[in-house]
Each structure stands twice: as C-alpha cells, then as structure tokens.
C-alpha cells in the first residue's frame, strides 16, 4: 500500500541496517501493518547473490483470520527489481 516509512543506518563496518514500516494488503481487504528490520552485507555475499539481505518481520494483524500472524516470527529476504522496476521483492518465512 503507499506510504510507509523507513530508516537506513549505515554501520562503521559497512553493513547497512535498514528499519521500515508499512501497510500490506491481504487479499480479502485485511491491512496488515509490517515492522520489518533488514541488514544488508555486500562484502560476502552467498555464492550466486549479489548481496545478502535478510530480515526479522512482525506483523500487526487485526482481530480475525489473521490475527494469528500476530503470535508468530517471520523472517525473510529482499532483493531489489532495480532497473526495471523502482520496487523491491520481499519473501517471508515463518519460524517454526
């Protein structure tokens, strides 16, 4: 959804941290509010990746079908879509 807010502090090694708030859409109209918290190493990246981008994700969820997210940890990876895109691609997982 637009709007949204976010931070990027970067560290004296390099590493880049970045702290973003902002509203996902579910399917059937549910706004959910994400808290995610990135870190960013471009110096070893994993072999076949530019960079390694990981993140911890909470979710904000209302009374509902997914209020269930609410009581879980979720982690994930994001990758630019830069040039051919002015967005970002994020994956989420959950621990279980």
Do not use: K
């Not at 959804?1 to 090694?13: K, N």
């Not at 070893?44 to 609410?70: C, F, I, K, M």
Request: proline share 7%.
């Amino acid at each position: 959804m637009p709007g949204g807010a976010d931070r990027q502090l970067v560290r004296a090694d390099g590493i880049r941290e970045l702290d973003a708030i902002y509203e996902l859409l579910a399917d059937d109209g549910t706004v959910l509010m994400v808290h995610n918290r990135v870190l960013i190493d471009t110096t070893n990246p994993p072999e076949g990746e530019d960079r390694y981008a990981r993140s911890v994700v909470t979710v904000a969820a209302p009374e509902g079908p997914h209020d269930w997210l609410n009581r879980r940890v979720l982690v994930g990876t994001l990758n630019s879509l830069r040039p051919a895109q002015p967005y970002v691609f994020l994956r989420f997982s959950i621990l279980s």
